[in-house]
């Protein structure tokens, strides 16, 4: 299960974005999916001209991993700068998010209590900015893929 209460760094050739670290103007992460468990490839096959079934083995598909979040900006309340702010945060997400089509990159983080951990990743799902509250934030969404099913490290 993800932990949203924790820093997770994309490190791509396009840049470093790193999400709830604390900082006054941050990536914020409110939901993120596909850390639990990969997905499962279940090869099952109908019995040729009866009834029944030929379940094949299973197998750990690729991981896919949704991140939804909004640029939280609190280092001013000036409508102006914030929108400044966000930009450049947008800018940033999206440089390190496209380096990562044809290249991979790694997503990182440590759950309480635990050690590292950490994907090989790719891009997978176009990222949305969506404003909300009357336009007073801004909310991103996308999506990744790890062709590992577990973490590095894990066994």
């Known amino acids: 299960m993800a932990d949203v209460g924790v820093a997770y760094t994309l490190t ?7 999400f709830n670290d604390g900082a006054l103007d941050q990536h914020y992460i409110t939901e993120i999916r596909g850390l639990g468990s990969p997905a499962l490839r279940t090869p ?3 019995v040729p001209l009866g009834d029944g079934g030929l379940v094949h083995d299973f197998y750990k598909g690729p991981r896919h991993i949704g991140i939804e979040g909004i640029f939280l900006i609190t280092s001013t309340r000036i409508q102006n700068s914030i929108v400044v702010i ?3 945060m947008e800018d940033e997400l999206e440089s390190a ?3 990562i089509l044809r290249n991979d990159g790694t997503l990182s983080y440590a759950p309480q209590g635990e050690g590292t951990r950490t994907f090989t990743v790719r891009y997978e799902v176009g990222v ?3 404003h909300t509250d ?6 991103f969404s996308f999506g990744l893929v790890a062709a590992e099913p577990d973490w590095a490290g894990s066994s």
Not at 12 to 18: A, C, F, K, L
Not at 134 to 139: E, Q, S, V
Request: net charge negative; hydrophobic share 30%; proline share 4%.
């Open 86 to 88: 966000r930009n450049d």
């Open 128 to 130: 949305e900015f969506t």
């Open 12 to 18: 791509t050739p396009g840049g470093t974005v790193v």
């Open 134 to 139: 009357n336009y007073t934030n801004l909310a």
């Open 97 to 99: 998010l496209e380096s």
């Open 44 to 46: 099952i096959d109908n």
